[in-house]
């Protein structure tokens, strides 16, 4: 039930959260800065910013369950590093968004009722540069798209390149 910009922010340190439940925040749940870390085994639902939000981070995020998410279930930014497994999201905005010269790896994974794509990968601050998805064996259902990604970033969705298009990022 917090009512602050981000319930739990780490800057320029370790964080380790194993077995934790981030319900019910006004922005996001978990903010990264220039940190690096692990969430294992955590439960986030009714936030209605992002649930994951790092930038200039290295996480590994492993058996998450995502829940009624207003933004981004997992938002990766500013040259971060992420490997992510067994991550389960339902009622997401964007599943899972890479941007700004970062790189996500997630295996073993489900997306459901992504209102706007499942995954994504963009720059949203030009300083920075396109970003990257690898993702295996993740399925997305009930999405409205599978993936957006904007033109010089990639996503490697189960194998398959996905297009890349002209995206407008204010949008």
């Known amino acids: 039930n917090n009512q602050t910009e981000d319930a739990i922010n780490v800057v320029h340190g370790h964080f380790t959260f194993i077995n934790s439940e981030f319900e019910n925040t006004l ?5 990264s800065d220039f940190s690096d870390g692990e969430v294992r085994d955590c439960y986030f639902h009714d936030i209605q910013g992002d649930a994951v939000d790092v930038s200039g981070t290295q996480a ?3 058996n998450l369950k995502i829940e009624n998410i207003t933004d981004k279930g997992l938002s990766i930014g500013e040259n971060s590093q992420v490997q992510a497994e067994n991550i389960s999201m339902d009622s997401v905005g964007i599943g899972v968004a890479s941007k700004d010269l970062s790189s ?13 794509a499942g995954l994504a990968a963009y720059i949203k601050k030009p300083v920075f540069g396109p970003a990257s998805i690898t993702a295996q064996n993740v399925s997305i259902s009930d999405s409205q798209q599978l993936c957006v990604v904007q033109v ?7 194998g398959k390149t996905m297009p890349q298009q002209d995206l407008d990022v204010d949008k």
Request: hydrophobic share 35%; charged share 20%; net charge negative.
């Open 27 to 31: 922005a996001d749940a978990f903010d």
């Open 60 to 62: 590994t995020l492993s």
């Open 104 to 116: 996500v790896n997630i295996n073993d994974s489900e997306i459901k009722n992504a209102r706007y």
């Open 152 to 158: 010089g970033s990639t996503i490697q969705f189960n």
